[in-house]
C-alpha cells in the first residue's frame, strides 16, 4: 500500500506554522556537537537566562522539499542552505554546525515527515526551517556557551497569496542593516528589526517594503524577506549589488537560470533608486516567494509604475519563475547538485 498523505485541503495552506510529526535536534555544549537526531516533541525547555533572549544570539534557514510528477520527494540546493548558515553562525560568534550532516539532517527529518510533502500539482511545498539559538544562560554581553540547533518542517502554500500577481510595494525610510553590520548573514535581529516597517506597509496596503542602502539612501538593496531583480528595456537582467544585501539562494539561482536556460545577460551593480523608473519589470526572489512580481514601487516623490503593469508577470520573469520551479520539481533538467533527492514514494509501500 503506497504512504498515506495527511489529510490536508493543500490547495488552501497559507504560509503559516503547522506542527509535524518529527523535527531534527542537535546541542552544542563544551566545545562540540552531540550526535542530534530526530525528535517528537515541539516544545523547547529553555533557561530564563538563554543567551537568545537578552542579547538576541539566534539564526536561521529556508528551504524546501517537493514531490515530483513521477513520484519523487526532493529539496533544493541544501549545501547552500548549510554554507551560508555556517557563515551566520561565524559572524554571530556561534559554533557552525558541519555542513555535511546539516545537509543528512534536512533529508533525515523530511523522509520522516514525508506524509507530509505536499502531492504533486498542488502548488504547495513542504517548508524547510533550520534554526540555531543560544540555549545556555548569559546574563554579562557576551555569546552563549550552549546552543540548540533544530530543523522543522511545514507545508504551506504561496507566501504572497496570489503570488504571480504583481504586488504594491513601497521605498521604506527605515533602514534594514547598518553599514559594515549583518545585513550579508540570515540573523533573527535583522527580521527583527524589519517587523515594524514592515507592519506599517501593510497598514497603508503594500505587500512589503523596499529598502535602500544605509549609507547614501540612493542605491536599491532588497526587500525585508527578499531580494530584489529588475529587467531593463534591453532584457537585461539587472541585480542589485551590495555587502549588506543577504546572498539569497534563490536569487543566485535566478542568476544561473537567466544565464544558461534563458540566454539573459545578466548585470550585478550597484542599482540607483533614480534608474528604477526606467526598467521594465521588477520582481522579489526568496526561497518563500520564489518569484513575485512587483507592479508598484511608492516613493516619496510618486509612483513607478512597471510597464508590466499590475494585472499580470512580466514576460522574462514569468519565464524566470516558471524555468527554476520546473527545475525544483524536476519537470526540467537541473544543473548538477541542486536537485538532491530524499525518497520516493514508493519506499514507503
Not at 546539516?102 to 498542488?122: E, I, K, L, M, S
Request: aromatic share 10%; net charge negative.
Amino acid at each position: 500500500m503506497q504512504m498515506q498523505k495527511k489529510p490536508l485541503d493543500w490547495s488552501k495552506l497559507g504560509f503559516a506554522y503547522r506542527p509535524t510529526d518529527f523535527r531534527y535536534q542537535a546541542n552544542w555544549k563544551d566545545g562540540s556537537w552531540d550526535e542530534g537526531g530526530l525528535v517528537t516533541d515541539p516544545n523547547i525547555v529553555l533557561s530564563e537566562a538563554a543567551c537568545v533572549f537578552h542579547y538576541a544570539q539566534s539564526c536561521f534557514e529556508g528551504l524546501k522539499a517537493y514531490t515530483t510528477k513521477d513520484g519523487r520527494i526532493v529539496t533544493f540546493r541544501p549545501d547552500m542552505n548549510a554554507e551560508r548558515m555556517a557563515n551566520t553562525a561565524r559572524r554571530l560568534e556561534m559554533p557552525a554546525f558541519p555542513e555535511d550532516k546539516f545537509v543528512q539532517a534536512v533529508v533525515d527529518t523530511v523522509r520522516a515527515n514525508a506524509a507530509w510533502v505536499p502531492p504533486f500539482g498542488t502548488g504547495a511545498s513542504l517548508y524547510i526551517r533550520p534554526f540555531m539559538i543560544g540555549s545556555g544562560p548569559q546574563i554579562g554581553v557576551a555569546p552563549a556557551h550552549e546552543f540548540l540547533f533544530r530543523i522543522t518542517v511545514m507545508p504551506v502554500g504561496a507566501y504572497f497569496q496570489g503570488a504571480v500577481k504583481p504586488l504594491k510595494v513601497r521605498v521604506s525610510d527605515y533602514d534594514r542593516a547598518a553599514p559594515r553590520g549583518t545585513g550579508h548573514v540570515k540573523a533573527g535581529l535583522n527580521y527583527a528589526m524589519s517587523l515594524y516597517p514592515t507592519m506599517e506597509a501593510h497598514r497603508h496596503g503594500f505587500a512589503e517594503n523596499i529598502y535602500l542602502d544605509p549609507a547614501s539612501r540612493t542605491y536599491v538593496e532588497e526587500a525585508g524577506g527578499a531580494n530584489v531583480i529588475f529587467v531593463d528595456k534591453d532584457n537585461n537582467l539587472i541585480v542589485p549589488k551590495s555587502d549588506s544585501i543577504l546572498p539569497s539562494i534563490t536569487r543566485r539561482s535566478l542568476v544561473y537560470v537567466g544565464e544558461h536556460y534563458l540566454g539573459l545577460n545578466v548585470i550585478e551593480r550597484k542599482v540607483a533608486l533614480e534608474e528604477v523608473k526606467d526598467f521594465k519589470e521588477a520582481a522579489l526572489c526568496g526561497t518563500a516567494a520564489v518569484l513575485a512580481p512587483i507592479g508598484e514601487i511608492h516613493t516619496k516623490d510618486g509612483v513607478i509604475a512597471l510597464p508590466s503593469g499590475m494585472d499580470k508577470m512580466g514576460e522574462i520573469s514569468g519565464k524566470l519563475r516558471e524555468t527554476l520551479t520546473g527545475i525544483q520539481a524536476c519537470e526540467i533538467e537541473a544543473p548538477e547538485g541542486w536537485v538532491v533527492e530524499v525518497c520516493k514514494e514508493s519506499d514507503f509501500e
